[in-house]
Nanobody
Framework: VQLQASGGGAQQAGGSLRLSCAAS????????MAWFRQAPGKDRDFVAL??????SYADSVKGRFTISKDNAKNTMYLHMNGLKPEDTAIYYC??????????????????WGQGTQVTVSS
């Protein structure tokens, strides 16, 4: 599976962005798919995930970000509203076909996109 993340950019605080993660090589409709982010000098942190069981969000983005998936397009999205400077990071999409023990741990995922930069200014 190859993942291609896109849609990052620069926004002012309060603005919106939509990230996309296009999958190729295999249909990912049954996969767990997630977004993580990594700020300079920090660990890669969980943002949101979507699976057949539903969706889950990090507390820091709840109510502002929405994860979705279009199985016909083999693509996952992250709609980000109410952006804050602390959302500045490289955003990575991830996918895995297994039932994971810890969905919010980056090391659990086998497939990764290349990352897309999101910069939010105050």
């Amino acid at each position: 599976v190859q993942l291609q993340a896109s849609g990052g950019g620069a926004q002012q605080a309060g603005g919106s962005l939509r990230l996309s993660c296009a999958a190729s090589g295999r249909t990912v409709s049954s996969y767990v798919m997630a977004w993580f982010r990594q700020a300079p000098g920090k660990d890669r942190d969980f943002v949101a995930l979507i699976s057949r069981s539903g969706v889950s969000y990090a507390d820091s983005v709840k109510g502002r970000f929405t994860i979705s998936k279009d199985n016909a397009k083999n693509t996952m999205y992250l709609h980000m509203n109410g952006l804050k400077p602390e959302d500045t990071a490289i955003y990575y999409c991830a996918a895995d076909p297994r039932s994971l023990a810890y969905y919010d741990v980056a090391q659990q995922y086998n497939y990764w996109g290349q990352g897309t930069q999101v910069t939010v200014s105050s």
